[in-house]
């Protein structure tokens, strides 16, 4: 059976030449960089080089540079870091409807703590409502927290004229870039950006690794505790390994980041432009130009986006009904239900998130499997047959 992985949102495939890189701190590298002895600063010593490539690659300071256990554990440190910090300034948080669940949910512990988060709409393709925005500002807000690159639709924020109106208003700007770092230019400094999070395992690296950029003299409450590893800002021992795989993995997606990018949105476009000719009564959602090169989200009105899935899967076929992190749950996307779809349809949308691996006879063969799966879902529908 033909296997096609559309599912590169949800997580990559670890380049070669990145397992390659890693293998040496499995067995042969093996010392705690904590240790003072010569095993343990030879660790040190790549732990450092990592962390001034990464830098240099993001064009920020070495030690402005965090290491941790993925993007989830950057947008709790960042988020609940600044916020505890300078609660004593105000506890007013501004953030979107449509941010990943580990940027939403904490917000949400937060407003259990005393915070208020005032949660801005979108439009109907996906953007962030900056007049919105605006108008929320208070005097004691403290942190305004917006995703660069969605992860369901692949909308792509403003992030410039936010991080402006953050910058007037000295507010700080935490930007969630788990989607965007390795396939797409963010100037950090330029974009006004006091603290961005990004993931290893989202640019052919491994997982279980990740970044947070602190902008230099922001203070941050520890989250965890424990050692003084990390600059005494996040402790416990390195994954040394994972740090040298996720760096090997960013330099490579910035040999060709550009190069990369054309070709994912080309085979994105000539699929987009296939499957409304195949398949009626759909929907491509978010907007046309301002998104990530390689994602496709598609409501298909008048079946059960699960049942596609499935249907998919036994074709050898993997997609994505929305978020990996809220698969568990029968509620559809909020991100798709914030963009005004109905209900009743929201529940029919697919992701299809194309990577560096993907092949235009992959993405052929799926423009020939998928219109078969739906008109045999819709003929078992009502509403379809009403």
């Not at 979108?122 to 605006?134: A, H, R, T, Y």
């Not at 085979?267 to 978010?286: D, M, T």
């Not at 978020?323 to 914030?338: D, F, K, Q, R």
């Amino acid at each position: 059976m033909k296997e096609v992985y559309f599912d590169n949102n949800a997580t990559t495939k670890v380049d070669e030449r990145v397992f390659e890189a890693m293998l040496p701190y499995f067995v042969d590298n093996y010392g705690n960089p904590s240790s003072i002895h010569r095993v343990g600063q030879k660790v040190r010593k790549k732990i450092e080089d990592s962390r001034d490539i990464i830098s240099n690659l993001l064009k920020i300071n070495p030690n402005e540079l965090i290491f941790t256990s993925c993007g989830t554990e950057s947008n709790n440190i960042a988020i609940k870091g600044v916020a505890r910090a300078y609660k004593n300034r105000g506890k007013h948080i501004i953030t979107s409807v449509i941010e990943h669940p580990s940027v939403l949910n904490t917000c949400k512990a937060l407003e259990k703590e005393g915070f208020e988060v005032s949660y801005i709409p979108i439009d109907d393709k996906g953007i962030v409502n900056l007049e919105k925005l605006k108008e929320a500002i208070r005097e004691d807000t403290i942190l305004i927290s917006i995703m660069h690159g969605n992860n369901e639709i692949g909308t792509v924020q403003p992030i410039k004229e936010i991080g402006a109106i953050a910058k007037e208003n000295k507010i700080f700007f935490h930007v969630d870039a788990v989607q965007t770092i390795g396939k797409m230019e963010l100037n950090i400094k330029e974009n006004n950006i006091s603290l961005l999070s990004f993931s290893g395992h989202k640019f052919y690296g491994p997982k279980g690794i990740g970044g947070l950029y602190v902008k230099n003299g922001i203070k941050l409450e520890k989250v965890l505790t424990g050692g003084h590893q990390e600059r005494n800002r996040r402790p416990g021992t390195e994954n040394v390994a994972s740090i040298v795989g996720m760096t090997k993995a960013l330099e490579l997606s910035y040999e060709n980041m550009e190069e990369e990018s054309k070709r994912e949105k080309e085979l994105r476009n000539y699929f987009e432009e296939e499957i409304v000719k195949k398949i009626p009564e759909l929907i491509l959602n978010g907007d046309r130009e301002k998104r990530l090169p390689g994602t496709s989200s598609v409501t298909i009105k008048f079946v059960e986006g699960e049942s596609i899935l499935l249907n998919l899967d036994f074709k050898g076929i993997a997609v994505s009904s929305g978020s990996a992190c809220t698969s568990g749950s029968l509620e559809p996307s909020h991100v798709v239900l914030a963009l005004g779809v109905p209900m009743e349809h929201a529940h029919g949308t697919i992701r299809f998130s194309l990577g560096r691996y993907n092949t235009k006879e992959e993405v052929d063969y799926v423009l020939e499997v998928l219109p078969p799966i739906v008109e045999k879902i819709r003929s078992m529908s009502p509403f379809w047959n009403n």
